[in-house]
Nanobody
Framework: QVQLVESGGGLVQSGGSLRLSCAAS????????VAWYRQAPGQERELLLF???????VYEDAAKGRFNISRDNTRNTAYLEMHNLKPEDTAVYYCKVSRVEMSAVHDYWGQGTQVTVSS
């Protein structure tokens, strides 16, 4: 079973930056997609952005211009860099990796890390 361990969340002031990490227990190269989501209290989990093999990154509106995703395949770790954070960015952030197993797509989720942005 693939395990993803997230870290890097915490309390930050409005306008600040954070980098979240998502460490995989297996080779990150084996996953064709890495995605980051967030879930604010009382709201549904929302997709922020994802990258696929080949270096293509797709951004949802909430992530455009402020968030970026990267991978360090030597460390089997993906990152979410967040800049100019706002109080409305307060949420639990999750990473998800996807790969094809037995002709079906399998998704694996991290446990989530809390990000709190103070005004």
């Amino acid at each position: 079973q693939v395990q993803l361990v997230e870290s890097g969340g915490g309390l930050v002031q409005s306008g600040g930056s954070l980098r979240l990490s998502c460490a995989a227990s297996e080779r990150l190269l084996d996953f064709y997609q890495v995605a980051w989501y967030r879930q604010a209290p009382g709201q549904e989990r929302e997709l922020l952005l994802f990258s696929i093999t080949g270096g293509i990154t797709v951004y949802e509106d909430a992530a455009k211009g402020r968030f970026n995703i990267s991978r360090d395949n030597t460390r089997n770790t993906a990152y979410l860099e967040m800049h100019n954070l706002k109080p409305e960015d307060t949420a639990v952030y999750y990473c998800k990796v996807s790969r094809v197993e037995m002709s079906a797509v399998h998704d694996y989720w991290g446990q989530g890390t809390q990000v709190t942005v103070s005004s």
